[in-house]
């Protein structure tokens, strides 16, 4: 058995520290050592909520390529349970354009599946009766395999800078029983989106400013952000380990809001590392 199971989301992030966001307009810019790192939300997901101490499976398609290899021994540096298969288009990369401040901008290159299932459903489906938990990147292959997804105890998905109109996202949102979803373009609808998907619990985030939990049989709370314990180096992940964090907390027994403020203490911490491999100590585990 494994306390989550994480659905797609590998990848590697390509950090590029720049003077500024949107960088300036030039030919070309002198910037610190640019390194390739395992990155991608279910990454994110799976190396918090193992440095929370939970147990973790991933699966995932992954290129035979370099890109593929840095994600392959990253996940080899942890105890987290992979089941992987062979993506022909290659790697998921992304190059993240990094602030003094740490804020971010990501180009983000999918590599989009194409062909028959990854997987079969009898092997899904064993996967997901070992798990007490199910979270659910938004990848193309796996949205073809929610029926069987949908068998999880609990479900959650992150469904991003969503803009509620774009119904590739609906179908995650549906089998889910927590929701993530950042506020960047639903900005003052998040609200309403987030009562068109009750009775789910939804969680709209929006980075310093905190997140607002949205419950079925409560009014919307504001969850302040947590202060980070040292400097702010780099902003990436900090949502995946938000979302690591909410799970850690409720397959402990917290409650939602008490899971959601932990969880911000998470996050912060994420904030102060460079990169998502954690180093023991580094994420509070209560």
Same mark, same amino acid.
């Given at each position: 058995?494994?306390?989550?199971?994480?659905?797609?989301? !590998?990848?590697?992030?390509?950090?590029?520290?720049?003077?500024? !966001?949107?960088?300036?307009?030039?030919?070309?810019?002198?910037?610190?050592?640019?390194?390739?790192?395992?990155?991608?939300?279910?990454?994110?997901?799976?190396?918090?909520?193992?440095? !929370?101490?939970?147990?973790?499976?991933?699966?995932?398609?992954?290129?035979?390529?370099?890109?593929?290899?840095?994600?392959?021994?990253?996940?080899?540096?942890?105890?987290?349970?992979?089941?992987?298969?062979?993506?022909?288009?290659?790697?998921?990369?992304?190059?993240?354009?990094?602030?003094?401040?740490?804020?971010?901008?990501?180009?983000?290159?999918?590599?989009?599946?194409?062909?028959?299932?990854?997987?079969? %459903?009898?092997?899904?489906?064993?996967?997901?009766? %070992?798990?007490?938990?199910?979270?659910?990147?938004?990848?193309?292959?796996?949205?073809?395999?929610?029926?069987?997804?949908?068998?999880?105890?609990?479900?959650?998905?992150?469904?991003?800078?969503?803009?509620? %109109?774009?119904?590739?996202?609906?179908?995650?949102?549906?089998?889910?029983?927590?929701?993530?979803?950042?506020?960047?373009?639903?900005?003052?609808?998040?609200?309403?989106?987030?009562?068109?998907?009750?009775?789910?619990?939804?969680?709209?985030?929006?980075?310093?400013?905190?997140?607002? !939990?949205?419950?079925?049989?409560?009014?919307?709370?504001?969850?302040?952000?947590?202060?980070?314990?040292?400097?702010?180096?780099?902003?990436?992940?900090?949502?995946?380990?938000?979302?690591?964090?909410?799970?850690?907390?409720?397959?402990?027994?917290?409650?939602?809001?008490?899971a959601a403020r932990y969880a911000a203490r998470v996050a912060a911490a994420a904030c102060t590392h460079d990169g998502m491999e954690y180093p023991d100590g580094l994420l509070p585990r209560e």
């Amino acid at each position: 058995m494994v306390d989550l199971l994480v659905i797609g989301g !590998l990848g590697v992030d390509v950090r590029v520290q720049v003077p500024a !966001l949107p960088p300036p307009v030039a030919d070309s810019l002198l910037v610190p050592p640019i390194d390739m790192r395992i990155g991608n939300t279910g990454a994110g997901v799976a190396l918090a909520a193992h440095a !929370l101490g939970l147990r973790v499976a991933l699966v995932d398609v992954l290129g035979a390529d370099p890109a593929g290899d840095v994600v392959r021994a990253a996940l080899a540096r942890t105890s987290i349970r992979t089941t992987l298969a062979d993506a022909p288009a290659g790697t998921r990369r992304s190059v993240n354009l990094v602030d003094p401040d740490g804020r971010r901008m990501s180009l983000h290159d999918p590599r989009p599946w194409s062909g028959p299932a990854p997987f079969g %459903e009898a092997e899904l489906a064993a996967l997901v009766a %070992e798990a007490t938990h199910v979270h659910l990147s938004i990848m193309d292959w796996a949205r073809d395999s929610l029926a069987v997804l949908r068998a999880a105890t609990s479900v959650s998905t992150d469904l991003h800078d969503w803009d509620g %109109e774009n119904d590739y996202h609906r179908p995650f949102a549906r089998i889910a029983d927590l929701v993530f979803v950042s506020d960047t373009r639903l900005g003052e609808r998040a609200a309403a989106e987030a009562a068109r998907l009750a009775p789910r619990t939804v969680l709209v985030t929006g980075g310093a400013a905190g997140a607002t !939990l949205h419950t079925p049989d409560a009014p919307p709370a504001h969850v302040p952000a947590a202060t980070p314990p040292g400097p702010v180096v780099d902003t990436n992940g900090a949502g995946d380990a938000f979302a690591a964090g909410v799970i850690a907390a409720r397959l402990r027994g917290a409650g939602v809001l008490d899971a959601a403020r932990y969880a911000a203490r998470v996050a912060a911490a994420a904030c102060t590392h460079d990169g998502m491999e954690y180093p023991d100590g580094l994420l509070p585990r209560e």
